[in-house]
């Protein structure tokens, strides 16, 4: 069964800091791909970055950056530079092999003070 | 196309009474799930579709739920007989998916608030 754990569940930042969120992750799985969606107050699911289990290189997208590390089974998530428009839930979530359904951690509120 | 819908935003309904969500999903996605999610929760997986088939149903997805995507491109989901733990906010979302490890990150609507007093 797979299961993904947020353990951050409310986390402030002031406007202009970093923020890192922390996903830890369990498959039996070889193959298996990682999410990060953002849940903004108006409740749709956006889209973040996606990283599949062969490609553990770690990448710079605009002010989001992540970190895979399958030997501790994290993808952890950062923003850089914090804009009060990041403040939403963020999710966590894995799907196995190529069906896409996916499992969500419970979120992290992220709250950027302006 | 402009992304995934869904219908209505928000629902109030009576215990005991049957209410159905619409959605319709990016015209070109073959494949179209449902999830639920309550307060302080991640979403969790009800079920999905490629094209029309029901391929999986989540054990969350009691005998009172049922699903259907007809002609392979918009979804029902249904519940009869609305219990107050059904209220929760109801995601649609879709992929295009080509076979193993060639799907794309899924899409999703903006949810069904469902509140059943």
């Known amino acids: 069964a797979q299961k993904v754990t947020q353990a951050q569940t409310e986390i402030s930042v002031v406007e202009k800091e970093d923020v890192t969120l922390d996903c830890v992750y369990e498959?039996?799985?070889?193959?298996?791909?990682l999410f990060w969606y953002k849940q903004p107050p108006s409740g749709e699911l956006v889209f973040l970055i996606r990283?599949?289990?062969?490609?553990?290189q770690n990448e710079i997208s605009g002010r989001y950056s992540w970190n895979f590390q399958k030997s501790t089974s994290s993808f952890n998530f950062t923003i850089t530079a914090s804009q009060v428009v990041d403040s939403a839930v963020y999710f966590c979530?894995?799907?196995?092999?190529?069906?896409?359904?996916?499992?969500f951690g419970k979120g992290n509120q992220v709250v950027v003070i302006p | 196309d402009t992304g995934v819908s869904q219908d209505p935003r928000h629902k109030i309904t009576k215990r005991g009474q049957n209410v159905t969500f619409r959605c319709d999903p990016i015209?070109?996605?073959?494949?179209l799930y449902w999830y639920r999610q309550t307060l302080g929760q991640g979403p969790e997986f009800l079920t999905y579709?490629?094209?029309?088939?029901?391929?999986?149903k989540s054990r969350l997805l009691s005998d009172r739920f049922s699903a259907e995507r007809p002609k392979g491109s918009f979804s029902t989901l249904e519940i009869q007989r609305t219990e107050q733990g059904d209220s929760a906010m109801y995601l649609c979302?879709?992929?295009?998916?080509?076979?193993?490890?060639?799907?794309?990150?899924?899409?999703f609507g903006q949810g069904t608030r469902l509140t059943v007093v």
């Open positions: 979302a879709s992929s295009f998916w080509t076979g193993i490890g060639k799907n794309t990150e899924a899409f």
């Open positions: 498959t039996r799985d070889t193959t298996y791909y």
């Open positions: 990283r599949n289990s062969f490609d553990e």
């Open positions: 979530a894995l799907s196995e092999g190529g069906n896409n359904r996916l499992a």
């Open positions: 015209s070109e996605h073959n494949r």
């Open positions: 579709f490629q094209n029309e088939a029901q391929l999986e």
